[in-house]
Structure formats: C-alpha cells, structure tokens
C-alpha cells in the first residue's frame, strides 16, 4: 500500500474544511522533502527531493488534510490493474484476494482499509474511477485542466487530470470544494443511461432515457485513436528514460509505452481529428441539460478471468472510462453496492464538476 508512511508524513499546514483528515498520495506527486518514485525502484533510485508540494498537495494540506503517506501506483501509471512487479499487490478488503485496480492503487486502497480518508490520484484513462468501482469507492476525475497539474508526473499531458478517491460522497464533495474552481452546481434535466444502467439511475431521482451513443456503440474506433495519442505522448515524455534502462518495466507497461514510438505525427494529428469531432458530437448530443451514465468498469474481476478474460475486461473497462478521458469530461464513480464492487459512471459537459458532487452528497 505504502511506498513510505508517516505518523503523519507532513502535517497540515493550516486549518479549513479538511481538518483532520488524512491523505494518501500517489507516487507522482512532489511532496516536500520526498522524492516521485513513479512506482519503479529505478526511477525512484534517481530521483531527488521534491524542494515544494505539487499544487494539489499544498492546497489540502492549507485546508487542513495531513500527507498520512505516499502511496504505491502501477509503474509511471501507465496499467489499469492496479498490480505492480516490484512492489506487489494492495489490497481490496472490498474483494479480499482481488486487486484494487489501477494506476491509483496505493490511494484506493489506504481509503478502502480506513488508513487514509482520501486517496489524491490520477486519471488519465480511467486511473481513478477504476480502483474507485473495484473498491466500492467514490472516485471523481475532474474536468480536464480545471485542477493543477504542475509538480505531477505526468504520462499524456492532453488527458492526465489530478484526482480523489473517498469512502463517502461528502468527503469527496470536501474536498472538491478545495480543488474545483467554480462552476455550475445545478443537476441535469435528464440522464441518457447506456450499457444496461438504467435501472440504477432511477436511484437518483431525475427522469433517465435509455439511450444509444456511438462511441459506446462501436468503441473500437475511439479506443485506438486515445490510444495512438496517449501513448505517443507518453513516449515522447519518457521514452529516452526507458531506452536508458532496458528491462527495467515490467514488460506489459514498456509496451503500451513502446507503441507509442511507432506512432507518426500524420497518426497521432489524425487520432486528434478523430477524438475533437466524436467529442463535438457527444457534447451536442448532451445538450447541456443531459449527464450519460454507465458502467465504471468491465464486467467480472480480472484477477478472477484468464489471460483471455482479462485482456476482455480491459477493453471493455476502457470502453467506459476512456470517453470522459478522451473528451476532457467529468466523471465521477458511484459504488453500487454489487459484489465484487462495482460502479456506475456519471459523466457531465465539461466544468460540471461541482454539479456531479452535488449531485452525490444531497442524494
């Protein structure tokens, strides 16, 4: 769970909302006097001492929030799986003996066993809202950009958003209330549920349509170009480290990022195109009074699959979370209550942020 901890690691430094409550942070986060790990002994093995906290951090601990420690990630946040080849596995007390999913697993997990009240994380395709729902967590990525990022590690800079994972909605809410900018607070007029989620939206008391959207529909186009952009971004942030340091990822997240060396700049513009104009589509199909909501993730549990299951569930896990990732969107996960965890995905027009808290805390 803990890459290093502290009775607390860094104490407050002022008083606010958050008074009391403990953090833990991801292992992209500068933390003063720390050094980033990444999640890679290597990288952290040459990483010096952050000299001052990434925004994030700084602004939590203003508002009260002590660094109870920093917290383990999947290697450069680059896996969903929420396993890591040096450091093992957290683990769920949600699903005892199943993983916590990813990259924010170190986070997820310190909240779901009580060590920690929130967990400060990432989501750059799903590195949030995916731990969140296999921990039977609340899990908010916010809109692209409306958070800091600076002091963060990054891995695709057009899509990595600064995220929080609770164990209940008004302490997700608290702590947005330090983070977001302003924006609308006003629920939707409607919901347009996707992939069987209907039933579960009734819950929240707003009129639900089912409804038919093409990047859900047909998912494979969208996945391939997020892809091409993602990872051609993350080479370029990374590549020359890892071809310094052969051998030293494990071999599924050396190749994610290695495919993105193969991608040309004519791909990765066209990807781009792609995303801008699916994006155009879904927000005129939202209209500005719709939030979707579906999934949080893939059906099953990976650890519980085989190989072929679980390559399955990642695709089908992406298929949910990379929309929201690819178009900038807000996205927040909501336990379900099913067993293993699992959640249902809100996702809002761009600067809705607080409206989804608000949403969740006055249910």
């Not at 979707?292 to 990976?302: E, F, I, S, T």
């Not at 699992?342 to 006055?362: E, I, M, N, T, Y």
Request: with cysteine; net charge negative.
């Amino acid at each position: 769970m803990w890459r290093v901890k502290g009775m607390p690691l860094a104490p407050a430094t002022g008083h606010g909302p958050l008074d009391g409550m403990r953090l833990a942070v991801k292992d992209l986060f500068a933390v003063t006097g720390f050094a980033v790990g990444g999640g890679n002994p290597e990288w952290l093995a040459e990483a010096l001492p952050a000299a001052e906290d990434a925004p994030a951090v700084a602004r939590l601990r203003a508002a009260g929030a002590v660094v109870q420690g920093i917290a383990h990630t999947d290697e450069l946040a680059y896996s969903l799986s929420g396993t890591n080849l040096h450091y093992g596995t957290p683990p769920n007390p949600a699903a005892p003996g199943l993983v916590t999913g990813g990259s924010s697993s170190g986070p997820a997990s310190a909240v779901a066993t009580g060590h920690a009240d929130i967990g400060l994380g990432t989501d750059t395709g799903g590195s949030i809202r995916v731990p969140a729902s296999c921990c039977g967590l609340f899990g908010l990525r916010p809109t692209h950009g409306s958070v800091p990022v600076e002091g963060v590690l990054p891995l695709a800079p057009s899509f990595d958003t600064v995220g929080w994972i609770t164990r209940d909605a008004r302490t997700l809410a608290a702590v947005g209330d330090v983070l977001l900018p302003p924006g609308p607070q006003a629920p939707p007029s409607r919901l347009l549920a996707i992939g069987g989620t209907a039933e579960q939206a009734a819950g929240f008391g707003l009129p639900v349509a089912e409804a038919s959207v093409p990047t859900w529909d047909d998912p494979d186009p969208l996945l391939l170009a997020f892809r091409q952009v993602q990872a051609a971004e993350a080479w370029r942030a990374h590549g020359a480290w890892i071809e310094a340091h052969p051998r030293a990822l494990g071999a599924d997240v050396e190749g994610r990022f290695r495919f993105g060396a193969n991608v040309s700049p004519a791909e990765e513009d066209a990807a781009r195109a792609r995303i801008a104009a699916w994006r155009d589509e879904l927000l005129d199909r939202l209209g500005g009074d719709a939030w979707l909501v579906l999934p949080a993730g893939g059906p099953g549990h990976p650890r519980q699959l085989s190989p072929a299951g679980r390559d399955d569930w990642r695709r089908e896990t992406l298929r949910c979370a990379v929309p929201a990732s690819a178009f900038g969107l807000p996205s927040v996960s909501v336990p379900t209550g099913a067993a293993p965890p699992a959640g249902l995905a809100f996702v809002a027009p761009p600067g809705h942020d607080r409206a989804l808290l608000r949403l969740l805390d006055g249910r």
